[in-house]
Each structure stands twice: as C-alpha cells, then as structure tokens.
Nanobody, 112 residues
Framework: VQLQASGGGLVQAGGSLRLSCAVS????????IGWYRQAPGKQRDLVAI?????DYADSVEARFIISRDNVKNTVYLQMNNLKPEDTAVYYC?????????WGQGTQVTVSS
C-alpha cells in the first residue's frame, strides 16, 4: 500500500488549501482513511478520517472537509479559513485490518 500526499504550501491566515492523498488501491479497502498532522514539538493528532462515520478534530470542524474520489483512489482535505495554529506537517493515513499505513507528509504553513 502506498499513500502519496500533496498540496501543502504557504498561505495567509483566512486562506484555503486542498491536500490530496493518492492511494495505490481503492480507498474502500480500508477500515479508515484520512489525515493526521504534527506541529513542531507536538504529537501527531487526528485531523479528519473516513471510517463509516466521518470524524473531525474539534479544532477543524466547520473549516475542513474530507472527501474521496472513488475513480481516482484519492482522498482530499479541503482546508478553509486557515489559522496559524493549523501550521503542521500533514500526513495521509490508512488502516487496513490492524495495519496502519502513512504517507510521507506535506508541510502546511499559515502566516498571520
């Protein structure tokens, strides 16, 4: 299983970015698929995940939207109204049975 994340960059506060995670097989093969993030000096935290229900971290709910394209085997994270505290490396994540898979991470930097 391979996960390829892209779409990060530098954006001003209030701006938007869309992250993409290209998956080497159907996203429906996984029990859960989504995004985590890790800010400098902090632990890696869940941002949003598709696993039956769709779950979001409280800090991003109503600003971020996770979705998938079944044809392209891609999961997206639309990030709106970005804040400086959203600055982090964002990792694509997938869980298949008890095996976790991680993408390489993409940097998102939000300037104030």
């Amino acid at each position: 299983v391979q996960l390829q994340a892209s779409g990060g960059g530098l954006v001003q506060a209030g701006g938007s970015l869309r992250l993409s995670c290209a998956v080497s097989e159907s996203t429906f093969n996984f029990n859960g698929i989504g995004w985590y993030r890790q800010a400098p000096g902090k632990q890696r935290d869940l941002v949003a995940i598709l696993r039956g229900n769709t779950d979001y971290a409280d800090s991003v709910e109503a600003r971020f939207i996770i979705s998938r394209d079944n044809v392209k085997n891609t999961v997206y994270l639309q990030m709106n109204n970005l804040k400086p505290e959203d600055t982090a490396v964002y990792y694509c994540y997938a869980m298949q049975r008890l095996q976790a898979y991680w993408g390489q991470g993409t940097q998102v930097t939000v300037s104030s």
